[in-house]
């Protein structure tokens, strides 16, 4: 029985994330509309902006250093978005073309990270006191702040969407990106904003799945390819969708590890996207613009 609680509580602390690194994809989708491979090499780097400043300043702040990576994250993924992504918007350039470039970058930064701090696992040591426990499951003290600041993220965003100036118009321009110009709406910035807060959403993830578990270079991608599948299970454009999505593989990949193989986790994921993409492409949750 034990056993069953501490899978229940491994898959919810997986779904939170998840559906953190997920949020934040689906926002750039939304005003982007094509996959950027380079997404989940933000949260590497926030997690290395941790490790580095933590290890230089071991009697500074921790809180003010993850701070620091946080916005770091943001304005490294808002420079990428002005630098690169912007220009081949601006030349009419199509999704395989900015997929290529966003497969460019993730290459490139995963290379300069592991040059900069090797490719072995890093880690760093939080001396909590003791650990929790829920009927007989233990969880830590990181994967309980990693719960509430996931459920916290999303209540931000929700309220940034609903009743921001900024937020609404990303709504409209992930509705209608021309009829958001022709309205006056300045496409660009908006573009940049939400490439900034979902860099910084990301950034935030990362260095919490550093703090709980530890991180590489390459661990981009298994972020990356989670919060694609949460994406696409819960429904593009649908930000409860993204948190059902991490759900769904939060589970799937604890309970099949425990039943299969450590081996099938990214295996797990993957049968399950496939799964999805054959007899619900559109996800669990359609956008209107799906149903019109």
Known sequence: MDIFIQLIVNSLIAAALYAMIAVGFNMVYSVSKFFDLAYGTIAVLGAYFVFYFYNLFPDFSLVVITAGGIFFGGFFYFLIQKIFYQKFEERKSSNVVMLVVSLGIMTITQALVAIFFTSQFQTIYLNFESNFKILGAVITPIQVILIFSSIFV???????????SIGKKAKALADDPFMSEIVGINTKRIRAIIFFIAGAVVAFAGILSFMDVGIEPTSGFTFLLNSVAAFIIGGPG?????????????FVENFGVFFISGQWKEALTFIVLILF???????????????K
């Open 238 to 250: 649908n930000f409860l969708g993204s948190l059902v999505g991490a759900v769904i593989i939060g």
């Open 154 to 164: 999303f209540f931000l965003i929700f309220l940034f969407y609903k009743f921001t």
């Open 277 to 291: 993409l054959i007899f619900r492409p559109d996800g669990i949750f359609k956008s209107k613009k799906q149903n």
